[in-house]
């Protein structure tokens, strides 16, 4: 029978890590458990639970960023003052999560360490440059979640190491934005294409700049940052979407499954961007 190790604070919980090394971290388990039930992984290594360790739980407002602990369901995400005034696509994204009985054990930093191109916080967080937040016994460093995450299912997590909070820039709020997600049902859905976008305009209705983040169409979320500078300063007509569209469909990278086809998807990314900046128009 596989232990469960339950640290009732940071301190317990780098201890026991570090006591045993090979040791699973457990957020809410939606993820873990369903895989270690797959891959029927051997009962040698412990479950190191998280729930318990407050430190990990909650968002705070700093001085600069609101931080997340990475231990915080998205049950909390979506209602929290400080994400729907700070970081209304997370809310959006996390809406779109499973069903209520997933959201309310699933974590956000259960979803970051799993890495799927389709994990649904990830474009609203690739959009919004988050930071990740990874402590070890020792030290604490912080990386851009674009260079945290390598990978499917890959990550620069060193042995020792957790994500503990995801620090989120405030204020971005005020800027046009809009997450979507294309499953094959309304919700308890894996993505088959998401995307989330952020636009700041002038007075002439022009581009001042321009962030765009698509799921399930790579490897990783893709952003395409040529893309992003050549908009600025464009007068939107239907023409420059059309461009911009078609630069999607060319840079995206996706794979055919048992949800959708790669042309399927290639063709979806460029819509959901035609689709933002039309609104944008309107
Ligand atoms: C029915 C169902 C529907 C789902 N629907 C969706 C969906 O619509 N969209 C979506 O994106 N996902 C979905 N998922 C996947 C899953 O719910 C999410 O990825 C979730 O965010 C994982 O979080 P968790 O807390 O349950 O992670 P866990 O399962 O506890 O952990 C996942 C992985 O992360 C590691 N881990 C957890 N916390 C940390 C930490 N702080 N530091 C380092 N490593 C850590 C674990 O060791 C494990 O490897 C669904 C899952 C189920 C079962």
Avoid at 13 to 20: G, K, Q, V
Avoid at 121 to 144: G, H, K, N
Avoid at 225 to 252: M, T
Wanted: aromatic share 4%; proline share 6%; net charge positive.
């Amino acid at each position: 029978m596989r232990a469960v190790l339950t640290p009732s604070c940071r301190e317990e919980l780098f201890t026991l890590l570090e006591r045993h090394p090979g040791a699973l971290p457990l957020a809410g388990g939606t993820d873990l458990l369903v895989r270690l039930r797959r891959q029927a992984l051997q009962d040698e290594h412990p479950l190191l639970c998280l729930a318990g360790v407050a430190e990990l739980q909650g968002i705070c407002e700093q001085e600069t960023t609101i931080a997340i602990g990475a231990a915080t369901t998205f049950s909390r995400i979506i209602t929290d003052p400080l994400v729907l005034r700070h970081a209304p696509l997370l809310a959006r994204a996390a809406q779109t999560i499973g069903g209520p009985a997933v959201r309310n054990m699933a974590t956000i930093g259960g979803n970051i360490r799993t890495a799927s191109p389709a994990g649904d916080s990830l474009p609203p967080l690739y959009m919004l440059e988050a930071q990740i937040e990874i402590a070890s016994r020792r030290a604490t460093r912080v990386l851009p979640i674009g260079e945290f995450i390598t990978g499917p299912g890959q990550t620069t997590l060193r042995d020792g190491e957790l994500i503990s909070r995801i620090l989120l820039p405030r204020g971005a709020s005020s800027h046009c934005q809009s997450f979507e997600k294309i499953g094959r049902r309304r919700s308890m859905a894996i993505s088959v294409t998401s995307f989330a976008g952020w636009v700041r305009l002038c007075s002439d209705g022009s581009i001042e700049e321009a962030r765009f983040a698509w799921g399930s169409v790579a490897p990783t979320v893709l952003r395409i940052p040529a893309l992003e500078k050549e908009l600025v300063g464009v007068p939107l007509d239907a023409a420059i979407i059309r461009h911009a569209a078609h630069i999607v469909s060319h840079s995206v990278s996706p794979i055919s499954d048992i949800r959708a086809t790669a042309q399927y998807r290639r063709i979806v990314a460029g819509k959901l961007l035609v689709r933002f900046l039309e609104g944008l128009r309107g």
